[in-house]
Every structure is written in structure tokens, then in C-alpha cells.
């Protein structure tokens, strides 16, 4: 039997955060993984992550994972894939099942990282093949490479479905449809936004009816549901898609730590069965530690805080620090984390209906049930204003830990101040001087640059553009609104690709001044006689 | 129908493994080395994987990353192998699974 002082179980950003910190004090630590590569979910992530610097905001999930592979390398950490831990036992024995031979190792202390897995909806048809989780279809198109089909159809409206979602488009799927039984949408605005402005029809009070195909799928028929959540008759919908995926919440994956002994909890705002713990993420049993979504399911930015502070209260269990460094190092941690659990979307809100800001604005109920805003709603956000020349237009409208906007501006033009839940501010004296970091830097793709001054008549919009093929300048196609619905012509004038956009590639359109507030998208296409 | 991404607008290139083949029941199939199988069966167009055993149900991929069973299949002989986390290699033999075996012997080794 192999000893270590620490037994991590769980290579992703929990676990792998939670071995580093740890190998820094000079603990001896191993983690075991069933996958074959480390880094848990990060290596799918795709997208640019919310926060704020200290989170590692506006840096794609993928380039975080290798960042803190490297960091785990560098610590000396020893990393064992294909290595399935099995049982957690008595003395913090652990077997672990390593091709096909059980092998038993010891811990000092045990952290718990194991994650979440995805929850799922039956209905008629369900088990086709076709139908599959929105985290498979994460991983076949953006670690395999692999499109999990060409018309999909997206149940579930929280973050993962939206994400997802627009992650398909980037592959080059069309998404059919985002249906959610909710009323409203469950993730944030600013991705349903993103989503809505290149024709994805959301479909809230909605639920699938059945999955249609012999061997597999190919279609899908949906209906409005009632608030007694049953299929109202005569509101059925039809679809032809060969996919359909499912993004219906995440449950923590406990089971380790109940067969433990740990005191869990059932707790409906954390995803389900979880384990009791302390600030420090240690369980109810002494030396063993849990950390990341199987503590309560939230996402990888909170998840890594958390598997850095077990790590360093694990190095204080074990006697490596004295309790004042462990104080000193978690509270600068904590206040971080406390930072990411603000806002409209914090634990204690899961379910509210919330109808107003912090700052008082109102919240777009459009938004919530169509997945764009109004056009006449906009203006009332503290980040449009209206103004000669270039400048910001921000269209956040919810109180999201996020600020990069703030930091990306070399003009001030942008203020979210200490709170970084509140809204963008943009400051009309401060000069904005078009160089587009905002709109690159906005996790959500929620700023543009519009520039109603542009030329006799036209007004210039500039939008965020991740999708290939990339538009040429010259180009001529249509202009998008906020719900993808055509609205004018278009011409491409300014193409910017940087290494400082990270991939955020920047599209200037030509649009008549009278489309400066609507124009939000652009599609490649001819326009025949109907432009001229 | 392409199922391959060959430019991701964020990932760039798709860099895969060495194109190898492999038998898929009788047929002889192409995918990249090193890649899932389920991922190399999904870009050749095959979506069923198994028929369930007591009503010959199809399933194929569902979770993708090892933890439902759904695309289990026979491979090199072996049965109720998830095929959505091993990787594919040369020459291997993958077989639709009925129940837990596969229906017939084909030609290919290691199913005596």
C-alpha cells in the first residue's frame, strides 16, 4: 500500500487547483483520474470565462486547464489517469482501480473533487441514438473534433445550454431551437443574446414531446407547456434535426464521500446531495476535504478557488503551516470567491424571479423569454448612451460578477467600480477612441462600437465575430438585429484580428444611421434586387 | 455529410491522429489513431451502436465521456466496451453489440 499526504480524486479544475497549493507547502500528493487526459471539463470550454482578473476573466476555458497543467508540472505533482478510485474507506484508504487490478493507497488527507454529471429528462424516445447530453456534444465537436450532428435541437436554457449552443455554431451546426419547460431564460442574458442575434429561436414553456426515428433521430416534436408543466393540446411543434441534446442541470457526483461517512445534505440551490462542509471545504470527517461541484454545483472559476483553499487547509491539517499563514492565504481566496457568489445569479437567488438591478433598472423580461432585448429597452442601460463619433455600446443588462470591460478600456471610457456585479457605465466625456479591447474583452459579446457620425447617412457598427469563415472587408451580406431577423443591408469595412482579441475577431459594418441601434450580426449573402 | 471539423474558429486546425482502418462489423472503416472509436464510428455515419437485449433497442452515444455505457460495443472480442473513451487503434475489430455479445462471428480475429 502506497501513503501519501495527500490523496486528491479528481484532475480537474478543483482537484488539480487543490494539488498544486498543496505541493507548494511541501506536501506529497498524487491524483487519481478515470479519464485519460487531466483538466476535467476546462479542456472543452471554448469560451471566454466571466469574473474578474483574479478569476482568470475574458481567458478561454482551454488556455486556463494548460496553465494549470503547467502549474501542476512545475509543483511536482503526480498525476495518475485511467486510475478509477473506487472506494474511500476508514483512515482515508482509498482502491483504486488501475487497468484491471484494484490497488490500495493511503492518505493523510482526502480531497474529493470529482465534479458533477449531467442530469437528464426522459420522453418518448429519449434513448435514440441522437440524443445525447450537451456536455457529449461539448466534448465530441471541441476535443474530437467530431460535429455530434448538423440540425440540433438544445434542451435547456442555464449556461450549458446557451454555451453549448453557441459552441455547436462555431462547429458549423445549425441550432434549430432552444426549448426550456422554465418561463424564463435560466442563464445569462448576455449568451442568449449572443445566441438570439444569429436567428436561434428560443422556445420557453416548452418541452419535448417525443424524439422521432426508427434507429435514430430525425425529428422532434415539441409543445408549450401550462404552469402545471402539461403539454397544452394544439401547441405542438415540429422539427426536423438529427440530434437532440439535453443541458437540464448538473449532480454532484458524492457518492465517495457518502460511502465515507460524511454528513451530507440535500440541497436543491447546490444540485443535490451534497457534502456538509466548512469554509475550508473539510467534510464532517476530519482530513478529508471536498471541493468544486461535488460540493455544490457552480462552474470551473469558483471551482479552482475552492480547490485552492482545501489544498491549503489540508497543509495546515497535516501540520505543514501554522494556522495564522492559513488564515492569511485563504482570506484573500475567500473574498475572491465571495466576489464570484454576487449578483443576480448567486445561490441564494436560484429560482427568484428578479425584476430589478442592483442599481434599480429594470430587467428586461423580453430578454428572459425571447433572448434579446427590445429594441426600445436598450437605451435604458447605464452602458448606451448616445453620442457623436465611435463609442461603446453595452448591452448588459444583469448583475453578473464580469468586469474585463472595465479594465480593457485605455480610455476610462468604461466604469464598473468595486462591485464588479454592477452594471458598465460608460463615461461620455472620457473620449472613446474605437481601438475595440471592450468588445474583445467581453466575455458575453454584449459591446459594440457604433459610430453614428460614420459617413453621410451611414453609421458604422462594430460586432464580435467567432465563426469561419471569417467576412473579407468589401464584403457585402445582412445586417442581423438582436433577434436574427434581416434588416438591412450590409457592407464589411473593417476586419481586426489581434493576439490581444484571443480569437474575438472584430467586424465593422455599414448600415444606414437609422440601423446603428438595431444592426447587431452580419451574414454573408447576396441580396439580389431586394437591397437596391 | 461531414462530421469532421477540419478549422474551429477558436481551436484553429483539428489536429487528429494518423489516418488507420479498422473493421466495423463487416465493413471496413477509416478513422484517426489515438481517437475515441465512438468518434471515428460518428464520422463515418454510424449512430447505433448496440440493440438493448431484451428489446433489441438501438443505442449509441449519449454521455460521451465514459460514464453511461450506452455506446458499449464488442471490440477485438471483448464485449461492453465503451467505445466513447478507447482509443482507436489499427486494424481493430468493432462489432454492434446485441445484448452483451456480438450476433454473429464475422472474419475478423479474436472472435473464435
Known sequence: MKRYDLIVVGAGPAGLSAAVEAAKYGLKVVVFDENANPGGQLFKQVHKFFGSKEHKAKIRGFRI???????????GVE??????????FQDKEVTVRINDSI??????????????AENMVPFKGWTLPGVIGAGAAQTMMNLHGIVPGQKILMLGSGNVGLVVSYQLLQAGCEVVALVDAASKIGGYGVHAAKLARTGVPFYLSHTIIKAEGTDCVTGVTIGEVNKAWQVIPGTEKHFDVDSICMAVGLSPMAQLLKMAGCVMEDNPKKG???PVCNAYGETSIRGVFAAGDVSGVEEASSAMIEGRIAGIAA??????????????KVGELESALNSLRQGMFALENRGKCIEKTEEGYDVSLHLLQKGYFQEQEVANYPGVTVQRGVHAVIECSQNIPCNPCQDACPKHCIKIGERITSLPV?????????????????????????????ENGYASVTLPYEFL????????????????????TAEVVKVQTSPAFDCTNLL???????????ARFFREGSCHAECE | MNSRIEEHPILGKIEKGRRVTFWYDDKKLEGCEGEPIAAALKAAGVMVHRHTQKYGAPRGIFCAIGRCTDCVMVVDGKPNIRTCITPLAEGMTVQTQYGVSAKCANKAEGMA
Not at chain 1, 465593422?508 to 438595431?518: G, Y
Request: with cysteine; glycine share 12%; charged share 20%.
Open chain 1, 65 to 75: 486547464g494548460s496553465q494549470l497543467l503547467e502549474e501542476a508540472n512545475q509543483f
Open chain 1, 79 to 88: 498525476v495518475i489517469l485511467n486510475a478509477t478510485v473506487a472506494g474511500l
Open chain 1, 103 to 116: 490497488q490500495h493507497y493511503k492518505g493523510d488527507a482526502i480531497l474529493i473533487a470529482t465534479g458533477a
Open chain 1, 272 to 274: 443535490g446531495q451534497v
Open chain 1, 315 to 328: 497543509a495546515e491539517y497535516l501540520g505543514y503551516i501554522d494556522k495564522v499563514t492559513l488564515s492569511d
Open chain 1, 426 to 454: 460608460v463615461d461620455e466625456n472620457a473620449g472613446c477612441s474605437g481601438c475595440g479591447m471592450c468588445v474583445a474583452a467581453c466575455s458575453g459579446q454584449a459591446i459594440f462600437l457604433v459610430n453614428e457620425d460614420y
Open chain 1, 469 to 488: 469563415p471569417l467576412p473579407e472587408k468589401g464584403e457585402r451580406g445582412w445586417a442581423l438585429d438582436r433577434s436574427g431577423s434581416k434588416v438591412c
Open chain 1, 508 to 518: 465593422t459594418i455599414k448600415v444606414p444611421v437609422a440601423m446603428a441601434m438595431k
